[in-house]
């Protein structure tokens, strides 16, 4: 039996693949450093939530447009790249864990000098 849940094994596979579609194939010039952080599958697989962090602030909000707007396209390139009954339908969020987390590691700074 397998360690992992189908469903985060497709995950980690639609991670992949989608960083690279955007790397490779999303031609628009205004969308910024993106990085996907993280994919959620929902347990019957049908949606799948992709999280994104854009290197730079300023244009977090027009890259998630962006996506959000070429998600048809990104679906259409990964049915040709993964073998799965049904493609998932994407969804594009911030992922707001690293924010989170630096918030965290600044306030620990904090109680340490004082």
Do not use: C, W
Request: charged content about 35%; proline content about 3%; aromatic content about 4%.
């Amino acid at each position: 039996m397998h360690p992992y849940k189908r469903s985060s094994r497709l995950g980690i596979l639609i991670k992949e693949e989608v960083a690279d579609i955007i790397m490779r194939k999303v031609k628009d010039p205004r969308l910024g450093f993106v990085t996907v952080t993280d994919v959620e599958m929902t347990q019957d697989l049908k949606m799948a939530r992709v999280f994104i962090s854009v290197m730079q602030e300023e244009t977090t909000g027009l890259s998630l447009e962006i996506l959000n707007s070429a998600r048809g396209m990104i679906r259409a390139e990964l049915n040709k790249r993964i073998r799965v009954k049904f493609i998932p339908s994407l969804e594009f969020r911030i992922d707001e864990a690293i924010d989170r987390g630096s918030r965290i590691d600044q306030l620990l700074r904090e109680i340490k000098e004082d």
